[in-house]
């Protein structure tokens, strides 16, 4: 963990392989804890952490050996960023459908980025220059300790290259 007055990052790299995601899902839940989040706020963050961890193995790596996803938490006074980045082809978010939709109410699957978007304040997507995507998602913090923001309602955006 590199440490600074301003911000602090902790960085996890991981095979891409589930066995891992309870590890993730639950260092992202010690990091709000630490941070004074209140439990439901941390709970979503570790949850929306989860999904983007799935993504990144099953649809950005494919399960494929070798390809590895890393996570980075940012902490700062004002909000925690978590990018979460996998070493795959990439996707357009723009292409995604709306998991409410009636046609696409009982699909099994679709509706982790809706998630994602529910949980925190802010959600980026961008393809990495050297190859893969990033997630990036964004919780704020409020004045105080108990001023932690306890709900989601992110707006999405689209990033261009990452190099």
Same mark, same amino acid.
């Given at each position: 963990?590199? *440490?600074? *007055? $301003?911000? !602090?990052?902790?960085?996890?790299?991981?095979? $891409?392989?589930?066995? #891992?995601?309870? &590890?993730?899902?639950?260092?992202?839940?010690?990091?709000?804890?630490?941070?004074?989040? +209140?439990?439901?706020?941390?709970? %979503?963050? @570790?949850?929306?952490?989860?999904?983007?961890?799935?993504?990144?193995?099953?649809?950005? %790596?494919?399960?494929?050996?070798?390809?590895?996803?890393?996570?980075? #938490?940012? &902490?700062?006074?004002?909000?925690?960023?978590?990018?979460? !980045?996998? /070493?795959?082809?990439?996707?357009?978010?723009? *292409?995604?459908?709306?998991?409410?939709?009636?046609?696409?109410?009982? +699909?099994?699957?679709?509706?982790?980025? #809706? #998630?994602?978007?529910?949980?925190?304040?802010?959600?980026?997507? /961008?393809? &990495?220059?050297?190859?893969?995507?990033?997630?990036?998602?964004?919780?704020?913090?409020?004045?105080? !300790? $108990?001023?932690?923001? $306890?709900?989601?309602? @992110?707006?999405? !955006?689209?990033?261009?290259?990452?190099?």
């Amino acid at each position: 963990m590199r *440490t600074n *007055t $301003s911000a !602090r990052e902790i960085r996890v790299q991981i095979d $891409s392989r589930f066995e #891992f995601l309870d &590890l993730v899902q639950q260092m992202a839940e010690d990091v709000c804890r630490v941070e004074g989040f +209140r439990r439901d706020a941390m709970l %979503n963050v @570790a949850l929306a952490v989860r999904e983007a961890v799935v993504n990144a193995i099953k649809h950005g %790596n494919r399960q494929q050996e070798g390809k590895r996803v890393e996570v980075v #938490f940012r &902490l700062s006074p004002r909000k925690l960023v978590v990018a979460v !980045r996998d /070493q795959g082809a990439g996707f357009d978010p723009g *292409t995604l459908g709306d998991p409410l939709d009636p046609r696409n109410i009982f +699909r099994a699957n679709g509706r982790g980025i #809706f #998630f994602m978007k529910s949980f925190v304040d802010d959600v980026v997507f /961008q393809r &990495l220059g050297r190859g893969g995507m990033e997630v990036r998602m964004e919780k704020r913090v409020g004045k105080g !300790r $108990s001023g932690r923001h $306890s709900t989601g309602g @992110a707006r999405v !955006r689209e990033g261009g290259e990452v190099g």
